[in-house]
């Protein structure tokens, strides 16, 4: 069933070539179709196009699809083009003429459109509510390990002295900044489309406020040229919000595989949570954390994907817009896996509280110990040229009881404004 069927059939390579994987990934959006068909035939029924009787009849049927959808027994059929036409079949299997009115002053582009803003819009919720929970996960540590030094480096050469608490708390407020993004892709998200109709509205009188407010949505796209113009770049700025995310999480999981190496030996994680190796039984691999920075870096070109697929298209609907689904969908997976992930075997981390003891390590305190010499009166270009020519000599003695006392710094890392931060991010 095609719901542009005139009554003959296109060739098969055509219906295969032009569905292409809409009907796998339209069952992820199935529910939502369900929940706009529902407002749709509510406001049918409020302009008089429907009748009580009948609206409460297709509220009921579409009950009855939903729970088809939430226990796995919805399926779409080869013989079904997309979602829209087999929901849209169940409703005439079961109501007859009732069904067949659902699709009253509306286009198959609408439902998409909607269908799409609603799953982008609680996507993006249940990524926030990760990310949360990511960043708490990482500030419990930063406060657990916050006075344990670790050492920091710059082209990857020794720099100075870091700690344990501020390398958790960088990355829990760089999630902060993850989560400005996600909540900008909210805001495009969370405006109604529904009622464009294939892209220039309906000559029916329907009630868009009504949809706006019976889906939930905080407003309406006005323009319903606009609301057609919004396939793609809701799916867009979703994923410039998804690869903001997933580049703090291939970031630190390349700090960590990194730090587990034996050349560094920071850090460790128990035996259940990494793999070996089939011929070296010593190995102990990060796996987990090498597909979240490899997953996570796929992630971070799916903006590029969707700009190249949309430019330069002109207003109105395009079939190219169909593609936007099987980037998107499988994005959104992908990065509510790796947050996953990443906050389960975070949780796990073992500290090496004993790492500067190391003699290779007395360098990281060359800037302090160059610092004190500036506080005691000489100025700062002779106490560089000093302290350079006692390492160039072997004569340096390293002084260990540092002080960096100002906000952010390793000795006031400012935990309590950092979580403060975040709970406004969340507002």
């Not at 706009?36 to 009787?53: F, Y």
């Not at 009950?63 to 088809?68: A, R």
């Not at 796209?221 to 919000?241: H, I, L």
């Not at 169909?322 to 990443?342: D, G, H, N, R, Y």
Request: proline share 3%; net charge negative.
């Amino acid at each position: 069933m095609k719901l542009w069927d005139k009554g003959f059939s296109t060739d098969k390579k055509i219906d295969i070539f032009t569905v292409g994987s809409d009907r796998e990934l339209d069952l992820v959006i199935a529910k939502y179709d369900v929940q706009a068909s529902r407002a749709h035939g509510q406001m049918l029924g409020k302009i008089g196009l429907l009748t009580t009787d009948e609206v409460a009849k297709l509220e009921q049927a579409l009950d009855e699809i939903q729970l088809t959808i939430e226990n796995g027994t919805f399926t779409i059929e080869q013989n079904f083009e997309d979602v829209h036409s087999k929901i849209e079949y169940v409703l005439t299997e079961k109501l007859g003429d009732t069904g067949k009115k659902i699709h009253t002053a509306r286009s198959r582009n609408d439902q998409v459109l909607v269908a799409v803003h609603l799953y982008l819009k609680e996507e993006l919720q249940q990524i926030i509510t990760q990310t949360k929970a990511l960043f708490d996960t990482l500030m419990e540590l930063a406060r657990k390990y916050e006075t344990v030094l670790l050492p920091g480096y710059t082209h990857l050469q020794i720099a100075m002295p870091s700690s344990f608490g501020l390398w958790f708390s960088a990355y829990a407020e760089s999630l902060i900044d993850d989560v400005y993004f996600i909540k900008a892709a909210q805001k495009i998200v969370d405006q109604n489309p529904l009622g464009s109709a294939a892209g220039y509205g309906s000559s029916f009188p329907i009630d868009r406020e009504f949809t706006t407010e019976a889906l939930h949505f905080s407003t309406l796209k006005y323009n319903v040229v606009a609301a057609q113009m919004s396939r793609g770049k809701a799916e867009k700025s979703t994923a410039f919000g998804l690869s903001s995310v997933a580049g703090t999480l291939a970031k630190m999981g390349m700090d960590i595989c990194l730090y587990m190496s034996q050349n560094f030996d920071f850090i460790s994680f128990p035996d259940e949570l990494t793999t070996g190796s089939s011929i070296m039984p010593h190995k102990k691999n990060p796996d987990v954390f090498e597909l979240i920075r490899g997953k996570c870096n796929k992630i971070q070109a799916v903006p590029n994907q969707l700009a190249m697929l949309t430019t330069n298209l002109p207003s109105g609907y395009h079939r190219d817009l169909q593609l936007t689904k099987e980037i998107i969908v499988p994005a959104i997976q992908e990065l509510k896996s790796c947050l996953e992930m990443m906050t389960f075997s975070i949780e796990n981390i073992r500290v090496n509280e004993h790492i500067l003891e190391d003699k290779k390590y007395d360098y990281l305190f060359s800037v302090d110990t160059l610092n004190d010499l500036v506080l005691s009166g000489m100025p700062f270009r002779d106490a560089y040229k000093k302290m350079g020519m006692e390492i160039h000599e072997g004569t340096f003695e390293p002084k260990r009881d540092i002080k960096h006392t100002h906000l952010g710094s390793l000795g006031n890392i400012g935990l309590d404004q950092i979580e403060a931060k975040m709970k406004e991010a969340l507002k």
